[in-house]
T-cell receptor
């Protein structure tokens, strides 16, 4: 079956660094997406990885290891506005997104 | 309009009633999607459309129907609502379903079936 696993909740301190992990088992792979979703709002696109390695975009970076079925989202210099849920999604062989349940990130001052 | 709009924002509906959730995009995207989001679960695909005039079933299609008469609109209909359809519904669109394009989401409709 298809499965995406990520931690339910994480807590971090303002100004610190946090890594949110995602492991997956899917039928086919056409890339992995990370989305951010603030409470009561729509998901918004953060990053896309299809090749192994690290993609950096400002304070946010995303890493992929296809052989391990593993990705992480790294958030640096955390700000209070980063408090949100972070959704990992894999695009399968039919170009449909399979979504994880999301990781709720709580930032404390 | 900029992006995707959904209506209504929220709705309380009696079980057994018929309801249509509206979704409109102005990005000229070919592909559109309907998801439901429930606490503790990931977004689940209800129905999708690769292009105007075509639709397909997602992971949880039972009790829902869609149509795609033109590029911009993709309404979702609940023929006879049941309490298990209480959820937040998101409409999304992307340029195509034949390449890994990102999906853009509407603001969502919060539906409560009593």
């Amino acid at each position: 079956g298809q499965n995406i696993d990520q931690p339910t909740e994480m807590t971090a301190t303002e100004g610190a660094i946090v890594q949110i992990n995602c492991t997956y088992q899917t039928s086919g792979f056409n890339g992995l997406f990370w989305y951010q979703q603030h409470a009561g709002e729509a998901p918004t696109f953060l990053s896309y990885n299809v090749l192994d390695g690290l993609e950096e975009k400002g304070r946010f970076s995303s890493f992929l290891s296809r052989s391990k079925g593993y990705s992480y989202l790294l958030l640096k210099e955390l700000q209070m506005k980063d408090s949100a849920s972070y959704l990992c999604a894999v695009m399968d062989s039919n170009y449909q997104l399979i979504w994880g349940a999301g990781t709720k990130l709580i930032i404390k001052p | 309009i900029a992006g995707i709009t959904q209506a209504p924002t929220s709705q309380i509906l009696a079980a057994g009633r018929r309801m249509t959730l509206r979704c409109t995009q102005d990005m000229r995207h070919n592909a559109m999607y309907w998801y439901r989001q429930d606490l503790g679960l990931g977004l689940r695909l209800i129905h999708y459309s690769n292009t105007a005039g075509t639709t397909g079933k997602g992971e949880v299609p039972d009790g829902y129907s869609v149509s795609r008469a033109n590029t911009d609109d993709f309404p979702l209909t609940l023929a006879s609502a049941v309490p298990s359809q209480t959820s937040v519904y998101f409409c999304a669109s992307s340029y195509s379903t034949s390449e890994p394009y990102e999906q853009y989401f509407g603001p969502g409709t919060r539906l409560t079936v009593t």
